[in-house]
């Protein structure tokens, strides 16, 4: 099974930075223009790895991977009402559901959904070790979401990390992850799959694999998968490589379905 190739950074980055907030006092981001726009470094004083924001009205809300700082943070949550000034992070799903490892919450993305919020994340399962994506539910897109338990755990893959779920033009859900892979065996993959019309359940016989390594420049990772539609066809964005080396990248690959098949594009990646 391949090693976490970023539990690392996700464990040591976020500490780094409660730790130099808390030594400095600082509870609110640096100073920041006030009109949004291509800016040079980071717009909070602390770490908020693997962020996903919806836009609910005329409020952002960013969800994160946990924090394990001077507590562990389940799903770090923060608001924005321009994009420059963010609330100080709080915890979106403070209780952990008791299949999942404390402090292996990875990956958060949430779904608006008929008035109410379906947040989907990555977890450590304690049986088996493999890493499950989750579901998790709330009337409110701050939570506090409820776990529902693993979705898919994909066990003999590698696991399953970094869901994403896109609404088609006819309404439809389909769930987006990555499988870790097994090392001298198997590469990694990005899957798809329909989901039931509430989100919270996988649709029977409509699994396909999507996209593996094949590329040079992606080594042996793919992940973070992200799809759009655009001028009649399905665009699937995607990271590759390792993300502590230079050759970390975005590629794109265009889409018949939000199930496949999927082609590469020409040009990528974009470093």
Known sequence: MMLGRRGL????????????????????PPPAPSVPGPQIGPRTSW????????????T??????NWNGWGVTNVPYMTSDDLVNWTFPADAMPDLGAWAVPGET???????????????????????????VATATAADPGGPFVDRGPLICHRSHGGAIDPNVFRDLDGRLYLHWKTEGVVFWEPTKIYAQQLTGNGL?????????????????????????????????????????????????????????????????????TP
């Open 201 to 269: 359940n996988l649709v029977s016989g409509t699994r396909r694999m999507i996209l593996e390594t094949w590329s040079p420049w992606e080594g042996n990772v793919i992940e973070n998968p992200a799809m759009t539609w655009h001028a009649g066809w399905y665009w699937l964005f995607y990271s590759a490589n390792e993300w502590n080396s230079t050759y970390y990248g975005v590629g794109v690959a265009r889409c018949s379905s939000p199930h496949g098949p999927c082609s590469r594009v020409w040009g990528t990646p």
């Open 9 to 28: 950074f996700r464990r040591i980055v976020p500490a780094l930075a409660v730790a130099g907030a808390l030594a400095l006092g600082a509870c609110s």
């Open 60 to 65: 952002w809300h960013a969800y994160a991977t």
């Open 47 to 58: 770490g908020f790895p693997d962020p996903f924001v919806l836009k609910v009205g005329g």
């Open 106 to 132: 990875w990956a958060p993305s949430v779904l608006e959904h008929g008035g109410s919020y379906v947040l989907y994340y990555s977890a450590m399962a304690q049986s088996t070790g493999a890493r499950c």
